[in-house]
């Protein structure tokens, strides 16, 4: 637990007379010795035990709350004194009569009689220290800029500054003399209870958020850490694992059973660990496990046990999945067949929480990126949805469904979801079919969507065939036909020729083939002539 207590008697470092100190943030660096000062006290006191000697009490007073002033020893040694002889601090002046002081307050000023004749710290005069620090909080301009830098670093060294959620946390980075927000990588966290500011209402805490955020600053607040940047968010956060004595607080996170898994960590290096985390905090039902219901798959008793290792390596490669949206004929939204049952129930609670407790109009303002449940205006129910913008003027929303990967735009009617909702990946996988190029012209786009849609009723099978710009770069076998194959023999759509023969060799063959077919036959796009001749452009074809 903790508890505030300010130290009597003394004061610390002070901007020169005329200047404004800023907020604290900017404080710390900007006024003379106050930055020494701050480390002087971290590197000495974090984590150590100390004792704390009560000097005297100032009651509320004027809207301020009670404040107790106090003497703090690290074994004999008296922190107050240490401060101010080293110049990182100076002594109040009480009158004589004044008995609010510090029970050693002569000790102090003795202190500050040498410090002054030493010429240390705010007695030295001169030119002070100057601390020119960027701070890449909301800039995302400046934050890509050192994105480069931490990333060939792999390991950097920072000071962690303030703790504001379980997987959130503003750090200084020496190395690069940058104050930046990291955004824990690989992990879902509960958020921990906001109070009002500025006008905005306060949040609830959603279950163990509070309890994440007080177990994380426990163990980094104020800490030297190890921080490994994976990348950099829109708002110039940054995205990576946090380490404090080799301890990867993710991980740390999972085995306490205060954050689950994301989907994004399965392409991170610590995957294997957060997924082993998981796996025995879920058995255990620890903390946001312990109302979890494991969802059983029954296997298809016609299937021959002596094929399990041949399907075994067969499901990692081609998966059954079912298309749910269509951005154009070549980008799709799937989602897997297997995780169909997994997403009925999911949904079917949520709906039945919601109709059961419906949320107040007004009552709930998410912010952009923020998951929570959306009504979708066609059928009028409640999905998952992420917030991709605000329109503040309006109080409308623009959102993606995220188990479905459609859109829609000024939605109004918006809720909070609990964490058990809110945390589980969304079910459609954005997806491309394999380096095909959809045509710019609208009717021809129409009609090869149309044709991707007449196929869509079989069966479906995907397979990735690489992964671009985060992307999954996909074939689909549509009841044993390749969507892509079939669109470019119907001289609908072209592809990307790729110089890796070796790799995709077979499929560049697959693909020259089926278009040389649409070309000799005159195919759609081909009915007059060959469209993509060097001659194309005088007859307003361009790539």
């Avoid at 901007?15 to 106050?34: I, M, N």
Wanted: aromatic letters at 8%; charged letters at 25%; a neutral charge.
């Amino acid at each position: 637990w903790y508890q505030r207590r300010v130290r009597g008697s003394i004061r610390q470092p002070r901007p020169a007379e005329g200047q404004d100190a800023g907020p604290p943030s900017k404080a710390l660096y900007e006024v003379p010795y106050l930055f020494e000062a701050r480390e002087f006290l971290r590197k000495r006191l974090i984590g150590k035990k100390v004792s704390v000697s009560v000097d005297y009490v100032k009651p509320a007073n004027n809207g301020y709350p009670e404040r107790q002033y106090a003497s703090v020893f690290l074994g004999a040694q008296n922190i107050q004194e240490a401060l101010v002889s080293k110049g990182l601090a100076t002594v109040v002046m009480h009158r004589q009569d004044d008995d609010e002081r510090a029970a050693n307050y002569d000790v102090l000023n003795a202190a500050m009689d040498k410090a002054k004749k030493n010429r240390v710290g705010v007695h030295k005069g001169g030119e002070p220290p100057v601390h020119k620090v960027a701070d890449l909080a909301g800039n995302p301009a400046k934050a890509k800029g050192f994105l480069p830098f931490l990333q060939r670093a792999e390991r950097v060294m920072a000071v962690v500054e303030f703790v504001s959620s379980g997987s959130r946390a503003r750090v200084y980075i020496p190395r690069e003399t940058c104050l930046a927000t990291i955004l824990l990588s690989g992990i879902s966290c509960p958020k921990a209870a906001r109070p009002s500011i500025k006008g905005m209402p306060a949040v609830a805490a959603e279950p163990f958020g509070d309890e994440a955020l007080e177990f994380i600053r426990e163990q980094i607040m104020q800490r030297e850490v190890e921080i490994e940047v994976e990348a950099c968010d829109k708002a110039g956060n940054f995205i990576g694992y946090l380490f404090t004595d080799d301890k990867n607080m993710s991980v740390e996170l999972v085995k306490e059973g205060l954050a689950s898994v994301h989907s994004s960590a399965e392409r991170g290096k610590y995957y294997d660990q957060l997924i082993r985390a998981e796996a025995e905090c879920r058995a255990a039902r620890k903390k946001i496990w312990k109302d979890y219901v494991e969802t059983i798959v029954e296997k298809d008793e016609g299937q021959d046990a002596t094929d399990s290792n041949t399907t075994a390596t067969k499901a990692a490669t081609e998966t059954e999945v079912v298309v749910t949206h269509m951005d154009n004929c070549s980008k799709l939204w799937v989602q897997r067949c297997s995780e169909g049952p997994a997403l009925v129930s999911l949904m079917n609670q949520m709906r039945a929480e919601l109709i059961s407790n419906p949320p107040l109009a007004g009552s709930f303002t998410p912010k952009t990126n923020e998951i929570c449940a959306a009504i979708f205006p066609v059928d009028n129910n409640w999905y998952r949805a992420k917030v991709v913008k605000v329109h503040r003027d309006t109080g409308l929303y623009d959102v993606l469904f995220i188990d479905y990967g459609n859109q829609a735009n000024n939605v109004s009617t918006v809720a909070p979801i609990a964490h058990q909702y809110s945390s589980p990946a969304g079910a459609a996988t954005e997806c491309q079919l394999a380096f095909i190029v959809p045509p710019e012209d609208e009717e021809w786009a129409a009609d090869s969507m149309r044709e991707v849609g007449s196929l869509l009723n079989n069966k479906l099978v995907l397979k990735t065939v690489a992964k671009i710009a985060g992307v999954d770069q996909v074939s689909v076998s549509a009841g044993g036909t390749d969507l892509a194959t079939h669109l470019l023999s119907n001289g609908l759509v072209e592809f990307e020729k790729q110089k890796n023969r070796t790799r995709y060799g077979t499929l560049m063959s697959k693909y020259e083939a089926a278009m040389t077919d649409a070309r000799k036959n005159r195919r759609n796009r081909f009915r007059y002539g060959d469209f993509t001749s060097d001659d194309a452009k005088e007859f307003g074809y361009s790539k």
